[in-house]
């Protein structure tokens, strides 16, 4: 049986999310590419490098990722896609952002902005009771935003998304 609160607090959820990404659509506010990682593989003597494959676009609200049909993912890693001009032999995750950048620019426009490792979150009233929305979190039967992981570093997200709506 689902929790009253919850139940209210999904279809409150749902309602935030839906008016957020109307008036960022019709503000024309900025939006970036996602994309999913499709991996590498061998194939007899032919190694194939990773590849990113666009999976659409979203507004990047700081932790969360929302799109015009008021999906939400908690954001993953972000790249520009650019070639890179030579090899630093450098750290690992030096190479790794610098393999990240040649897969977005293979794929996607020089200069874009591309968001991957994102993870969808599910908006069902069992999901936000039971802690599975993270970074979304049920408090007293509204829904907050945990943006770092601080003690203090939780909000409420209808005013979260205000703020954050205003820099994209």
């Known amino acids: 049986m689902t929790d009253p609160d919850a139940a209210h607090a999904a279809e409150a959820l749902a309602a935030l999310l839906g008016d957020t990404a109307r008036r960022l659509a019709e503000r024309g506010a900025r939006d970036e590419a996602l994309a999913t990682i499709k ?8 190694h194939t490098s990773a590849a990113m494959v666009p999976a ?14 008021a999906r939400v993912w908690a954001t993953g890693s972000i790249t520009r896609a650019t070639e890179p001009k030579r090899e630093q032999g450098l750290s690992a995750s030096v190479e790794a952002r610098r393999d990240a950048r ?22 069902d009233a ?4 039971s802690g599975a929305a993270d970074p979304l979190v049920l408090r007293d039967g509204v829904v907050h935003v945990r943006w770092g992981r601080g003690p203090g570093e939780v909000r409420e997200l209808g005013a979260y998304l205000t703020d954050r709506s205003e820099f994209v």
Do not use: K, M, Q, Y
């Open 39 to 46: 991996a590498s593989r061998r194939l007899l003597l032919v």
């Open 102 to 123: 040649r897969a977005a620019s293979r794929r996607f426009t020089e200069g874009e902005v591309v968001n991957f490792g994102h993870v969808a979150l599910p908006l």
């Open 126 to 129: 069992e999901s936000l009771a």
């Open 56 to 69: 659409g676009r979203a507004w990047r609200l700081g932790v969360l990722l929302l799109d015009r049909d």
